[in-house]
């Protein structure tokens, strides 16, 4: 019988992307501080999020393996945030057109019965057109990116904004790095490929 598998998140999408590797294995939220500790890098922030969402969860089981995770968006070093308005939307558009962000994603699989912990930050980059704005607001629009972090959703109408994409797994960029994962879960015993 393979191990338990919990996904430490509440995401419809990091879901939907576990989904790719597995059907078997549960979600639970984790009750996690997520604020920056003074001097951390967005690196060190997600890196360390990721294994603390992870614990939270493995902390209440007696076995199985738990995954965490945790992005950043990054545009010349800060941190990118939600919009929340279709104004703050407009101006952080504006600022990426004919620009690259940075996505940071932070995994971690956590071993419940024995505590051990494997993790990794994956890098991905997405390199924005010249935008119009026309092109903005018109995306806003129509797609109301307003709770995503850089005001924009690739997995929708976010893709015809960009030049190109660059990075070794286009599911990091949603949230969950499914190549990165797959190994981590092998190092920890199990291979989703032949224990689904």
């Given at each position: ?10 995401s419809?999408?990091?879901k939907?992307l576990l989904e790719k590797?597995t059907p ?8 996690v ?11 060190q ?5 990721a ?8 902390a209440?089981?007696?076995?199985g393996?738990v ?6 968006a990054?545009?010349?070093?800060d941190?990118?945030?939600?919009p929340?308005?279709?104004e703050?939307?407009?101006a952080?558009?504006?600022?990426f057109s ?6 940071l994603?932070?995994?971690a ?8 912990v494997v993790h990794?930050v ?14 903005i ?5 129509r797609?109301q990116?307003l709770?995503c972090a850089?005001?924009?959703?690739s997995e929708?109408?976010g893709?015809t ?5 660059e990075?070794?797994d ?8 499914l ?14 490929l032949?224990?689904?």
């Amino acid at each position: 019988m393979p191990a338990n598998l919990w996904l430490a998140s509440t995401s419809v999408y990091r879901k939907a992307l576990l989904e790719k590797l597995t059907p078997n294995f549960e979600m639970a939220k984790p009750q996690v501080d997520e604020t920056a500790l003074p001097g951390e890098t967005a690196m060190q922030l997600v890196e360390r999020l990721a294994i603390a969402k992870a614990q939270a969860v493995a902390a209440n089981l007696d076995d199985g393996l738990v995954i965490g995770s945790d992005q950043v968006a990054l545009f010349d070093n800060d941190i990118l945030g939600k919009p929340h308005t279709a104004e703050n939307a407009f101006a952080q558009l504006k600022r990426f057109s004919g620009h690259k962000v940075t996505f940071l994603t932070g995994l971690a699989v956590v071993n419940a019965r024995t505590g051990a912990v494997v993790h990794c930050v994956d890098t991905f980059y997405v390199h924005f057109r010249q935008l119009t704005d026309q092109d903005i607001h018109t995306y806003i629009s129509r797609e109301q990116p307003l709770n995503c972090a850089g005001s924009f959703k690739s997995e929708g109408l976010g893709i015809t904004l960009f030049e190109k994409l660059e990075g070794d797994d286009p599911n990091s960029l949603i949230g969950l790095p499914l190549i990165k994962l797959h190994q981590l879960l092998k190092q920890q015993g199990r291979d989703v490929l032949l224990q689904p």
